[in-house]
């Protein structure tokens, strides 16, 4: 029988948001793609450092050696280049003994079509453009941070998956943002008050969160693998809506911030997030100095 990607939670991650390939990536921008490869190939005995995904993708595989789990989480390396260049990416996964057996080498062609073929539910890569098209096709996708200082180590305790999400223009729309950005704080609260009946329309990250929140529901009453948290820098009275909407998706979210425009790192390092999403790269910037983060582009319209 066909190995079945059903019902698993299914994870694509480029090279360079698992290991980090600052160094290599730096010979590709400047050398080209040849350079890039022979590189990779006079170098395949050279174990990878683990980048900026390595964290959360550690945390997500674990689900799988949960006793008497079957495997739920999938993760599937993307990448642009040939196959050439896999021999020492999967050296590397093997020496830090993921469990990471499939990969796409697309040899140059468009991931986004290849990201739908393994129903991917969640897509981490350093490349823009690779993460905006993802976006535009309906899958929840980040631009990861690579000059990150956060913690990148294996960390082979993982008592719990935490990932943190912003609200406006990632889980919900950025229908209440724009109203923010064009009139103000004061518009925005006002409209938030007049709507707070009338769930927010879904963001990018939406359906990725009623994935997470099903499989949480199966361990209800058992020890939860992943925890989930919002940090938003909406506070009360626009709180409301939020908590409505999230009601009416019938989602479970386990921990929430209202920041009020406060700085989101400190409470994100407290979380122990191991990702985060937000749309703006102030709050990204800021974020991944302490924790893994990655920036979610808005989709493009047309
Ligand atoms: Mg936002």
Known sequence: MAYELDGRLVVGVSTRALFDLTCENRIFEQQGLEAYCKYQIAHEEEILKPGPGFALVCALLSMNDL?????????????????????????????????????????????TSYLHAFRTDLFLSANEQDVQMAVDSGIAAGIICTDQKAKT???????????????????????????????????????????????????????????????????????VPIRTAL????????????????????????????????????????????????DQEIHTGKAAEVVPSARVPSKRVG
């Open 153 to 223: 180590t294996m960390d082979r305790n993982i008592g719990q998956i935490r990932i943190a999400f912003d609200g406006d223009a990632v889980l919900f729309s950025d229908e209440s943002e724009k109203i923010f950005e064009r009139d103000g704080l004061e518009a925005f609260e006002e409209n938030e008050c007049k709507m707070a009946q009338h769930p927010l329309a879904e963001g990018p990250f939406a359906r990725f969160l009623k994935t997470v929140a099903a499989l949480q529901k199966e361990f209800a009453g058992r020890n």
């Open 67 to 111: 006793p008497g789990e079957r495997k739920r989480v999938e993760v599937v390396i993307m990448s642009h280049n040939n196959a050439d260049t896999s021999v020492r990416l999967f050296r590397s996964i093997a020496y830090y003994g993921l469990g990471i057996t499939r990969a796409v080498f697309s040899g140059g062609s468009p991931l």
């Open 231 to 278: 940090v938003t820098s909406r506070c009360a009275p626009a709180h409301e809506r939020v908590v409505r909407t999230l009601r009416a998706w019938d989602v479970r979210i386990d921990e929430s911030f209202f920041l009020g425009g406060m700085s989101k790192r400190d409470v994100l390092a407290a979380f122990g997030a191991h990702i985060f999403f937000d």
